[in-house]
Nanobody, 116 residues
């Protein structure tokens, strides 16, 4: 499975961005999906996840501001980010976790910078 993330960039505080992640094949019915981020000198952390059945979960820091979604017909995963804050600055990665094999797959990351 290959994952290709895009949509990062420079945005002012309070602005919005939508990240996209293209999967190379249809995987949403066998893999839990997620967005992670890693800020400079910090550990990678889960931002949002969406399970095979559609249940979602969010890092407390982004609840109410970010929304994870997917389009199974297009093999696309999204992260809508609103009310962005400087603390959201990080490289964002999409991931897929197989519930069958336990293996995880990662995209290459897309950089988000929130700054005035």
């Amino acid at each position: 499975v290959q994952l290709q993330a895009s949509g990062g960039g420079l945005v002012q505080p309070g602005g919005s961005l939508r990240l996209s992640c293209a999967a190379s094949e249809s995987i949403f019915n066998i893999m839990n999906m997620g967005w992670y981020r890693q800020a400079p000198e910090k550990q990678r952390e889960l931002v949002a996840g969406i399970a095979i059945g559609g249940n979602t979960n969010y890092n407390d820091a982004v609840k109410g501001r970010f929304t994870i979604s997917r389009d199974s017909s297009q093999n696309m995963l999204y992260l809508q980010m609103n009310s962005l804050e400087p603390a959201d600055t990080a490289i964002y990665y999409c991931s897929a976790h197989s519930v069958i094999t336990g293996r995880s797959f990662w995209g290459q990351g897309t950089k988000v910078t929130v700054s005035s």
